[in-house]
């Protein structure tokens, strides 16, 4: 017992050294690689704590092996610019001037669903209150907003169309029904399969995307009046 208490306190130390040595990003907002180095030393620490079959220099070593490979790596990042993109990876623009991009959201296996979320926990609950919005490299999300942008978001928007299909649940929320939306859609000549994205808030306000189109903006009258 005494003896497993003691490998243990030793490893702790390595590790706690060797992650101090890796500086404060690597605890923090981690790059891919930097993510995948910290998961292998965890598993490569484990190895000697739980066999005291093994000796307890191999886990030293492995784990001094990868923060060898943890510094290799990093000076790659900072010196060779080509390989920057490939170890570390580059920010995805995903919110433009003309819209969302659906190209770079399919590129980070995300959808539109997945980018209202992220807009969200931000505080823009409008998608026409950005003008631009992305994921960082190591996954973060960053957006400008417009000017104003407050004054863009007095409802809470709803999304009834999201890559070519209704929201069924949101669409009964409205109390509007299909056919009024359809209608909007063959005014502005927006195939169903074509609408990348389409939100409704409870003042009339539209915000319409059709892919390859620049998205728009417009209000509608509810019938009866209707809000939420």
Same mark, same amino acid.
């Given at each position: 017992?005494? &003896?497993?208490? +003691? %490998?243990? =306190?030793?490893? @702790?130390?390595?590790?706690? /050294?060797?992650?101090? *040595?890796?500086?404060?990003?690597?605890?923090?907002?981690?790059?891919?690689?930097?993510?995948?180095?910290?998961?292998?030393?965890?598993?490569?620490?484990?190895?000697?704590?739980?066999?005291?079959?093994?000796?307890?220099?191999?886990?030293?070593?492995?784990?001094?092996?990868?923060?060898?490979?943890?510094?290799?790596?990093?000076?790659?990042?900072?010196?060779?610019?080509?390989?920057?993109?490939?170890?570390?990876?580059?920010?995805?623009?995903?919110?433009?001037?003309?819209?969302?991009?659906?190209?770079?959201?399919?590129?980070?296996?995300?959808?539109?669903?997945?980018? &209202?979320?992220? +807009? %969200?926990? =931000?505080?823009? @609950?409008?998608?026409?209150? /950005?003008?631009?919005? *992305?994921?960082?490299?190591?996954?973060?999300?960053?957006?400008?907003?417009?000017?104003?942008?407050?004054?863009?978001?007095?409802?809470?928007?709803?999304?009834?169309?999201?890559?070519?299909?209704?929201?069924?649940?949101?669409?009964?929320?409205?109390?509007?029904?299909?056919?009024?939306?359809?209608?909007?859609?063959?005014?502005?000549?927006?195939?169903?399969?074509?609408?990348?994205?389409?939100?409704?808030?409870?003042?009339?306000?539209?915000?319409?995307?059709?892919?390859?189109?620049?998205?728009?903006?417009?209000?509608?009258?509810?019938?009866?009046?209707?809000?939420?």
């Amino acid at each position: 017992m005494v &003896l497993v208490i +003691l %490998r243990t =306190a030793i490893i @702790f130390i390595v590790l706690l /050294v060797i992650m101090r *040595l890796m500086g404060k990003r690597q605890i923090g907002e981690m790059q891919p690689f930097e993510l995948v180095i910290t998961l292998l030393i965890a598993e490569l620490a484990c190895i000697p704590m739980a066999d005291s079959s093994i000796p307890l220099l191999y886990g030293i070593v492995s784990v001094v092996t990868i923060y060898v490979l943890h510094e290799a790596a990093t000076l790659f990042d900072l010196k060779i610019k080509p390989l920057k993109s490939f170890i570390s990876g580059k920010p995805s623009v995903v919110v433009n001037k003309n819209g969302i991009d659906d190209y770079e959201l399919k590129r980070n296996n995300l959808d539109v669903s997945d980018l &209202l979320e992220s +807009l %969200r926990s =931000a505080g823009y @609950f409008s998608l026409d209150s /950005v003008d631009y919005a *992305l994921y960082e490299a190591n996954g973060t999300f960053s957006a400008l907003p417009r000017e104003n942008y407050e004054a863009l978001q007095t409802s809470l928007p709803l999304v009834l169309v999201d890559n070519g299909k209704y929201d069924r649940k949101n669409l009964e929320l409205t109390g509007l029904g299909r056919p009024f939306f359809d209608t909007i859609l063959r005014e502005k000549q927006a195939p169903l399969k074509r609408v990348l994205v389409l939100t409704a808030d409870g003042t009339g306000k539209i915000y319409l995307q059709v892919k390859g189109r620049k998205f728009e903006v417009f209000h509608v009258d509810y019938p009866g009046g209707k809000t939420w």
